[in-house]
């Protein structure tokens, strides 16, 4: 519990003890006298009543519409944007926005910051964004890196109300204070954090593609050439192909080639069941101990491996449908929407008690390349195709999954393929981890020149 006093001249909006957290006034206080309020130097708008657009309105041409999901490292990504009719848009004129203009979101993932490109100008916000509109005395490059900064966080944190749903007011947004400093000062700030997101954006890109090629190196180790795969409406099946299911999706000709190229590899084609043995583990409570819990929020995805800073220890877990794995072990997520986002549980010989979401597979040989295999995206694309289930609860059989073919190469060649794997990973990952160091870094430099 922390406990702090406050003057009854400091108070000012709000009564809550939230409000006046120690960390917050001394935030303020360090800007010194030379601020304004948002208010002060800039128009504020809200974004539209929720109703005013409804997912009926969406169109594929029309005015864009900006959305919270078109927020990506950043910035606007256009590749996403839906529309609304013209006439709509129209009745909405008064939440356009343009180039230069910056937006915040005030619900969901509150307080992201981003510029109005070129691209979206003349865009409708929707009801999720405020915009900041007609700004004077500070450029809006230099007032989207500090409300992104620690110190603009802050005082945005500081801003949000609301108990089941927190959100930012437009009121709220007008109240901040933000530094006015020299337009030079400025202008080196937004270069400070432009060239450091540039570089972010770089590395970023150097480990997509590390893990990009990671497919093609497998596949032709394998011997594997896999034909154009294409989605067809309209195909036919002869009686004798059909066995075990009835439903037209699984005999698509996409996932009959798939098997096809599969089955051609230079090695071996096995079951899986062959070549890993299903564990089933089952969790038994200790009172004394604290377990390590996996969920699939704890998997880093694109990696294949475990964030061991998002796994929950919890004294007491509930033993029902719970499961034990190991080190070396595999985790394969069995549902949507996170179908085969599998990971390893790397060098450690503590026990796991892991979601029963998963199935756990120990490789008969390298448990590395059977990762590997289960990863790539032609095997993402075939899990399509033994999908059951209706409504929120799509997922894969064990029996499906363990049938599935598996190219299972001499263990020398095995041992080959996971060592290459392993190395462009953990470059893909230091690459990620400089990106951010660099963003921190530029981020204090930033800090150091608004004070």
Request: hydrophobic share 40%; net charge positive.
């Amino acid at each position: 519990m922390q406990c702090f006093a406050i003057y009854s001249n400091k108070i000012e909006e709000r009564i809550d003890p939230f409000y006046y957290q120690p960390k917050f006034i001394k935030q303020i206080e360090s800007l010194g006298s030379n601020t304004k309020t948002i208010r002060e130097i800039a128009k504020v708008i809200c974004g539209p009543f929720g109703s005013s657009i409804t997912v009926k309105d969406y169109s594929k041409n029309g005015i864009p519409l900006i959305r919270i999901c078109n927020i990506i490292d950043d910035e606007l990504n256009t590749e996403n944007i839906i529309f609304i009719a013209k006439e709509l848009a129209n009745k909405l004129k008064s939440y356009v926005v343009k180039e230069g203009e910056l937006i915040i979101s005030q619900r969901g993932t509150l307080g992201l910051v981003v510029k109005i490109p070129s691209a979206l100008n003349g865009a409708i916000i929707s009801a999720n964004f405020i915009a900041i509109k007609d700004l004077t005395e500070v450029s809006p490059e230099f007032l989207e890196v500090y409300l992104s900064s620690g110190k603009g966080q802050l005082q945005l944190i500081r801003k949000t109300s609301g108990q089941v749903q927190t959100k930012i007011t437009t009121g709220d947004i007008k109240s901040i204070k933000i530094p006015i400093l020299p337009l030079q000062t400025q202008n080196r700030i937004v270069s400070i954090m432009r060239s450091a997101y540039e570089q972010k954006k770089q590395k970023k890109q150097e480990a997509e593609n590390l893990l990009n090629s990671i497919d093609d190196i497998v596949l032709d180790e394998l011997g594997i050439k896999l034909p154009e795969l294409k989605n067809k409406k309209c195909y036919a099946v002869s009686s004798e192909e059909i066995k075990e299911r009835l439903d037209s999706p699984y005999y698509q000709p996409r996932f009959i080639d798939i098997i096809k190229a599969i089955s051609k590899s230079k090695y071996d084609v096995k079951r899986l069941k062959e070549v890993a043995n299903k564990v089933n583990r089952r969790f038994k409570p200790q009172e004394r101990l604290l377990y390590k819990y996996v969920q699939l929020g704890c998997i880093n995805i694109p990696l294949g491996t475990i964030k061991e800073t998002l796994l929950i220890s919890l004294p007491n877990i509930p033993s029902r449908a719970q499961q034990v794995a190991q080190s070396k072990e595999i985790l394969f997520s069995l549902s949507l929407p996170q179908m085969g986002a599998h990971a390893i549980l790397e060098n450690n010989d503590e026990d796991y008690v892991v979601s029963s979401g998963f199935l756990i597979l120990k490789a008969n040989k390298n448990p590395f390349y059977l990762l590997t295999i289960l990863r790539l995206k032609l095997y993402l694309e075939l899990y399509k195709r033994y999908i059951s289930g209706a409504g929120l609860f799509l997922t894969i059989s064990n029996e499906d999954l363990l049938n599935l073919p598996i190219p299972f190469a001499p263990l020398d060649v095995q041992n080959k393929i996971a060592e290459e794997i392993k190395k462009r990973r953990d470059e893909a990952e230091r690459l990620k981890n400089e990106a951010n160091i660099l963003i921190e870094k530029a981020k204090k430099e930033v800090e150091a020149l608004i004070l």
